[in-house]
């Protein structure tokens, strides 16, 4: 049976019973300490008794009231925690200020594009319908969502199906395109980015997307600086909506509540959803500029990206319930006072494992690349599945991570993420890394008994 590359499961999963904190309990009674928040989502772990009230309360008076015939307490509450905390970092104020609540990141996602399509059309340029995004990049499951990213294995069942994107090259200072230096990354990007609207024509070109950093398909790729300014003057020359899916690394995930606030540049567009309600509801958001939104409104009186469940009530009371316990216990500024400390004890823990080849991220996003040859950074072949083995070797040690293949060419590339919630402790981050570094050296040993038939 096929496997993808970072979803696959055991014939037989392990039952949830419940959770507490970084700790999952199995129906069997085994117990699991929780390094990745699942997949990057559970931001202030499990079971918290004050978000779990909230949604109780909420659902004792209304659970979903629909957005197209009421307003609500904890809609409008959750509006406000986002537009204040989107403006932080000294940017314009009156920037990030409309929001569609939606059910996830791939809705998240859709809406974004769809609110520049139609951000074109109300300022009668209906011929600007092409995006541009990157490969090794990751922007969701709904088919538009989908033709944008690059992610060979996901998007193989569907190709023909998906609109055509250009994928530009990987943002990634490990991995820079033949022939670039680590130096020229950003502007040699930056200006791939400027050639490729020069060929489409500018006129044809809708928007560009792409992760500020790069999670599930890269892992953990961090542009180098100065990109995301670069990359924010070349969509404004050409009129180009600069969409950020922030759907895996924003919500303080990296240190700043955006992961662009690190970069100092503010999107036309903004999707996200994991950390906004930490995994107590499905929510997610596009965010967009008050600019957009006034050219919108002024031709079609609204966004048309609306859905059943926008605004959902019980999802909006969970979200403002979780932001007020980042926002109350510092968590955003806890993670970037100890990413460092994250890396560090990721940096010790491979420091005699030369397959380690890189270990990257921000804040509490940080990812281990495993390769055959530290040298060459030629990756293991792809039929070993190094990172479906180092997911096993971790579940038997008790350690949920996020290992996901792919991240060199779409099929080779080893990478294991780890990103744990916000509120962990530093014994617990020590544990995490502990047990991460045991799995994988356990798998190379095995590897290295049985040579690879490439």
Excluded at 338 to 348: F, K, M, Q, T, V
Aim: aromatic share 6%.
């Amino acid at each position: 049976m096929k496997q993808d590359s970072s979803t696959t499961v055991p014939a037989r999963l392990p039952k949830i019973a419940w959770g507490r904190g970084l700790y999952l309990h199995d129906s069997d009674g085994k117990v699991y300490l929780d390094g990745s928040g699942g997949p990057a989502v559970y931001c202030i772990g499990h079971g918290n008794e004050e978000v779990n009230e909230a949604i109780k309360a909420q659902l004792d008076r209304i659970a979903h009231s629909y957005r197209y015939s009421f307003t609500s307490d904890p809609l409008e509450e959750l509006t406000e925690i986002i537009v204040r905390r989107c403006a932080e970092g000294g940017e314009d104020g009156g920037g990030l200020d409309r929001i569609v609540f939606v059910s996830g990141g791939s809705e998240a996602v859709e809406s974004c594009l769809k609110i520049a399509l139609q951000y074109h059309s109300a300022r009668g340029e209906p011929s600007r319908r092409k995006f541009i995004s990157r490969q090794r990049s990751w922007h969701g499951n709904t088919l538009g969502a989908l033709a944008c990213s690059g992610f060979a294995e996901r998007r193989e069942p569907f190709e023909g199906a998906l609109i055509e994107v250009p994928l530009l090259s990987p943002v990634n200072s490990y991995r820079p395109p033949p022939g670039v230096d680590a130096e020229e990354l950003a502007k040699w990007c930056a200006d791939e980015l400027e050639r490729e609207i020069l060929r489409l024509g500018p006129q044809q070109v809708a928007a560009f997307i792409f992760e500020p950093v790069v999670g599930a398909a890269g892992g953990c790729v961090a542009a180098p600086p100065g990109y995301a300014a670069l990359i924010r003057e070349i969509c404004d020359r050409y009129g180009v909506v600069m969409i950020a899916d922030e759907v895996m690394c924003g919500s303080g995930r990296c240190g700043t509540w955006r992961a662009l606030q690190h970069d100092g540049v503010l999107p036309d567009v903004m999707s996200i959803a994991k950390g906004l309600a930490g995994g107590y509801m499905p929510l997610g958001a596009a965010v967009y500029r008050r600019q957009l939104g006034e050219v919108i409104e002024a031709r079609f009186g609204a966004v048309s990206t609306g859905h059943t469940f926008t605004g959902h009530t019980a999802a909006c009371a969970a979200g403002v319930a979780v932001q007020r316990i980042v926002e109350r216990e510092r968590l955003v500024e806890k993670v970037a006072e100890e990413g460092p400390l994250l890396r560090r004890l990721l940096a010790e823990a491979f420091a005699a494992t030369p397959e380690a080849g890189d270990i990257r991220g921000r804040g509490f996003f940080q990812a281990v690349e495993l390769v055959m040859d530290p040298e060459t950074r030629e990756p293991f072949p792809a039929e070993l599945q190094l990172h479906l083995r180092v997911r096993e070797a971790a579940l038997e040690r008790g350690l949920i991570c996020y290992p996901v293949g792919g991240n060199v060419d779409g099929r080779r590339g080893d990478h294991v993420i780890l990103a744990p919630p916000y509120n962990v402790t530093q014994p617990e981050l020590e544990e995490i890394v502990g047990r991460l570094g045991e799995a994988v050296r356990a798998v190379l040993a095995d590897v290295r008994g049985a040579p690879p038939s490439v």
